[in-house]
């Protein structure tokens, strides 16, 4: 599995970003997706998962309510949704997939990985 994240950038404290992370997988409705995000001199941290149907959702505490998660299996993507940014947002942002029936929140737990894309919020 492939994966190609997008969609960063440079915004203002308070504004949006979405990201959007493209999977060459098959089955694409097979695998459970992630995002984390690692900011510098830091270890990467969950942001959000997504189950396979996209029913159920996940959220770090720091997150919640401000991003959302999403997928559309038709198109073989999904999306982070990133409102009401802060500074302490500020990181490389990393789209994984596991291959699972269970959604999963822990970094060892996704099997694959793509490059990421930065997100820098200024103050």
């Known amino acids: 599995v492939q994966l190609q994240a997008s969609g960063g950038g440079l915004v203002q404290a308070g504004g949006s970003l979405r990201l959007s992370c493209a999977a060459s997988?098959?089955?694409?409705?097979?695998?459970?997706m992630g995002w984390f995000r690692q900011a510098p001199g830091k270890e990467r941290q969950f942001v959000a998962a997504?189950?396979?149907?996209?029913?159920?959702?996940y959220y770090a505490d720091s997150v919640k309510d401000r991003f959302t998660i999403s997928r559309d299996n038709a198109k073989n993507s999904f999306y982070l949704q990133m409102n009401s940014l802060k500074p302490e947002d500020t990181a490389h942002y990393y789209c994984?997939?596991?291959?699972?029936?269970?959604?999963?929140?822990?970094?060892?737990?996704?099997?694959?990985w793509g490059q990421g894309t930065e997100v820098t919020v200024s103050s």
């Open positions: 994984a997939a596991a291959y699972s029936s269970y959604t999963r929140t822990r970094e060892y737990e996704y099997e694959y």
């Open positions: 997988a098959r089955t694409f409705s097979s695998y459970v």
């Open positions: 997504i189950n396979r149907s996209g029913s159920n959702t």
